[in-house]
């Protein structure tokens, strides 16, 4: 904003844009509308429904996506047990066999300290402790020759 002489201040002059033409305007010479065929009846709107008819599908939806959480846990818990199972497997003998062919010291010990550095709080249930335990299973597999 200016400030005019007589100490009032005034906005700048701006330019407008023309006016667009209304929407809905009709001229004097419209056909005559054709006649639609009846709509369906459209699904309520989530405004519309009754707070009952909401909370049941909610719950509906909500007892499917726990579904899905075990089914999510139960794959997850699957494939890193395996991996550790096969990890464990290849270091212990087995029977017929005279001896398994370790790996070397070197890694054995690295392979051990990384096991022994996972520090988990199982009881607080946290990712971050699901991860570290993926992370190890996915080293040891790559190290002893597990499930990739």
């Known amino acids: 904003m200016t400030t005019a002489s007589n100490g009032l201040s005034r906005r700048p002059v701006t330019r407008r844009r023309p006016g667009r033409p ?82 070397a010291k070197g890694d054995l010990e690295k392979a051990l300290a990384a096991v022994r550095a996972v520090k988990l709080k199982p009881r607080k249930g946290r990712l971050k402790d699901l991860v570290r335990i993926e992370r190890a299973a996915e080293t040891l597999a790559e190290r002893f020759g597990g499930e990739g």
Do not use: F, I
Not at 22 to 27: A, E, F, N, S, V
Not at 32 to 55: D, F, Q, V
């Open 22 to 103: 209304k929407t809905g305007h009709t001229p004097a010479t419209k056909a005559p509308a054709l006649e639609r065929p009846a709509r369906e009846a459209r699904p309520a709107r989530a405004g519309n429904r009754p707070k009952a008819e909401l909370a049941e599908e909610l719950a509906r939806e909500l007892q499917a996506l726990r579904t899905t959480c075990k089914e999510v846990v139960e794959s997850w818990n699957l494939r890193v047990n395996s991996r550790l199972a096969a990890a464990a497997l290849r270091l212990t003998p087995q029977a017929g066999d005279a001896a398994p062919s370790l790996p």
